[in-house]
């Protein structure tokens, strides 16, 4: 526009300009019709941009910086500002302070982040961005965003973090309505005329529908329920040693991504089915020990396989029971074997902690491959406590497993689930799982109802869906974790979670027992024996009580102390006693998860 022939003023021009840079393509052509019904007297008003305005209104938009000298932070305060007085719903956050999860629920993102030495992002951005490059990153199919890339062009990676971002949003399917801008030193115009065009571009974006392509997942999902007969293939995230150095013991935390497949839904409380391999040097052992190839043919469930597959994914090798015997025999009678059979008290004392090896170096026998693989029992799952809550980890499914190790009939021997997953590589390992729903162990339907959990070793996972799932909540009631194991500097299973939720709150108490930390052993039960008039009115109060570990000993122990605890500070006879405690477990409040 001329100044000099234009009858507005200089003034007028510059406030002409800047409205009309905000503006549309839609909204410029009703200005140009608004201006055009003023001089020929057509009677027009502001009530007609309702309509356009609305997609503006009802628009979402989250700003997230990541800054390293603060020009970013300025910058994102900018587009705050402009996308408010635009009509924009506007969420700013520092990267800092940002829910990876959130991510994944977003319509709308403008991402301001500048690059910090030779292309690493800023400490701020340091999470986010390693987040969206690793396997935990979501498909991002419906989300809009744009990207403002802030940088030095005197370094070799001039705006590597913004380019990355940029990149990798699109990679995982999200929209980009605008080209990532790289702004060097000097930013300050480049990024201001940017940020105009970047909040007109997600104008009515909310109202966009995303066409969500089928990944192989969606596709197994959309053709096959996932369940036990047809588990899903879950890539492993993550594998993590629990137990410190020193600890003569193995328990690992594992984590695996399930893609939010349908079928894998979960509610903390219910447990993973895990399919199971043997170990190879199992498997080596029994071709050694019956002299059979590996390469023999057998038939298993109406399909020809190779011996040593068959040994691998389809038979139990590491126990053996009582109908494994009863087969056994069948095919090849003993006499010494069938007596040790007869004999309950003694054939049980076998059994105990041997395994196929075992049975074949006792009793013998010239046995072929189709008839081995007849007498031994099927492969089947093994069921885990989830320790993870959905809200928190969605998409995602995490593991508590203790590793079993032991010795017997003069040979190591190992449990098969725990030492596959305890040996499987992170890096592109699929495990194959599905969801064994568990309805009587779950949170009270009402949040503020206060909970008491009591577990020992891994029966502390479900407690960490429990809290986690609390601590996503608005207003959840009062918890109280007891737990107990062996050691407190090498056993303390997650013991930097329950400092965090002792901190939020999600926790409110905690107390903790280690059996071999002194002279005397202290357990679960002890600790809850201790505290057992606060227990008490916790009860009174309505709290729902569980127990969660070995049931052997520990939940025994337990109801054992819970029963007790009533009498005394009920001041209950024993017959109400045992009526007050089954009324607990009649009305749910009373829930076990035991093993």
């Known amino acids: 526009m001329n100044l000099n022939i234009s009858p507005l003023s200089a003034e007028q021009v510059c406030q002409l300009k800047t409205i009309a840079a905000s503006l549309n393509q839609q909204q410029l052509f009703w200005l140009a019709g608004y201006f055009t019904g003023l001089t020929t007297g057509t009677e027009t008003g502001f009530e007609e941009t309702e309509g356009i305005q609305s997609n503006v209104a009802s628009t979402e938009l989250t700003i997230l910086y990541g800054s390293h000298t603060g020009n970013g932070e300025g910058l994102a305060k900018k587009a705050q500002k402009l996308a408010t007085e635009s009509g924009y719903k506007v969420t700013?956050?520092?990267?800092?302070?940002?829910?990876?999860?959130?991510?994944?629920?977003?319509?709308?993102?403008?991402?301001?982040?500048?690059?910090?030495?030779?292309?690493?992002?800023?400490?701020?951005?340091?999470?986010?961005?390693?987040?969206?490059?690793?396997?935990?990153?979501?498909?991002?199919?419906?989300?809009?965003?744009?990207?403002?890339?802030?940088?030095?062009?005197?370094?070799f990676h001039f705006c590597k973090t913004g380019i990355d971002f940029d990149k990798q949003l699109g990679k995982l399917g999200a929209k980009q309505l605008v080209e990532c801008a790289t702004c060097d030193v000097d930013f300050e115009e480049t990024a201001d005329?940017?940020?105009?065009?970047?909040?007109?571009?997600?104008?009515?974006?909310?109202?966009?529908?995303?066409?969500?392509?089928?990944?192989?997942?969606?596709?197994?999902?959309?053709?096959?329920?996932?369940?036990?007969?047809?588990?899903?293939?879950a890539l492993v995230l993550e594998k993590v040693g629990l137990y410190g150095r020193g600890s003569t013991r193995q328990t690992i935390h594992l984590e695996l991504g399930t893609e939010n497949v349908a079928?894998?839904?979960?509610?903390p409380g219910d447990a993973a089915g895990v399919i199971p391999v043997n170990p190879v040097e199992l498997i080596n052992e029994v071709l050694a020990q019956t002299g059979l190839d590996a390469g023999t043919i057998v038939t298993v469930n109406g399909k020809e396989k190779k011996l040593d597959d068959t040994l691998y994914s389809d038979v139990v090798l590491s126990k053996i029971t009582t109908d494994v015997i009863k087969r056994y025999l069948e095919f090849y009678p003993n006499e010494t074997l069938a007596a040790l059979a007869s004999d309950a008290e003694k054939f049980k004392t076998y059994l105990d902690g041997r395994d196929i090896v075992d049975l074949l170096q006792d009793y013998p026998a010239e046995i072929d491959a189709g008839t081995l693989i007849k007498i031994l029992r099927p492969l089947t799952p093994r069921y885990y406590s989830i320790s993870s809550s959905p809200k928190a980890f969605p998409g995602e499914i995490h593991l508590t497993v203790g590793v079993v190790k032991y010795h017997s009939a003069g040979r190591d021997k190992r449990g098969t689930c725990s030492t596959f997953l305890s040996e499987i590589a992170v890096e592109d390992e699929k495990v194959l799982v599905f969801i064994e729903s568990n309805p009587d162990f779950r949170l009270p339907e009402y949040e503020q109802t206060p909970i008491i959990m009591v577990g020992a070793g891994t029966g502390i996972a479900p407690y960490r869906a429990f809290v986690q799932h609390r601590e996503m909540s608005d207003n959840p009631g009062k918890s109280w974790l007891f737990f107990g194991n062996r050691n407190f500097e090498t056993e303390f299973i997650y013991q930097t979670d329950w400092q965090a939720f002792l901190k939020s709150g999600a926790l409110t108490r905690m107390d903790v027992a280690f059996s071999r930390d002194s002279d005397k052993k202290v357990y679960v039960q002890d600790r809850l024996w201790e505290n057992g008039a606060e227990v008490f009115q916790w009860l009174e109060e309505g709290a729902h009580f569980y127990i969660c570990g070995d049931m052997k000993n520990m939940a025994r122990h337990v109801q054992d102390t819970l029963v007790k605890i009533v009498e005394k500070y009920g001041l209950l006879s024993k017959e109400y006693t045992y009526e007050y405690v089954e009324n607990l477990e009649k009305t749910k409040r009373l829930q076990l998860d035991v093993y």
């Open 193 to 233: 005329n940017w940020l105009q065009k970047a909040i007109i571009a997600f104008d009515g974006q909310q109202s966009v529908a995303p066409v969500t392509p089928l990944t192989s997942a969606a596709q197994q999902a959309q053709t096959v329920t996932v369940s036990k007969k047809n588990p899903f293939q």
């Open 92 to 155: 700013l956050k520092d990267m800092t302070d940002y829910k990876t999860r959130d991510l994944q629920n977003e319509k709308n993102v403008l991402v301001i982040v500048s690059t910090h030495g030779e292309g690493e992002p800023p400490f701020s951005a340091h999470e986010l961005h390693e987040f969206i490059h690793s396997k935990r990153a979501p498909r991002l199919y419906g989300l809009a965003y744009a990207v403002l890339a802030l940088g030095d062009s005197s370094y």
């Open 263 to 267: 079928g894998l839904d979960y509610q």
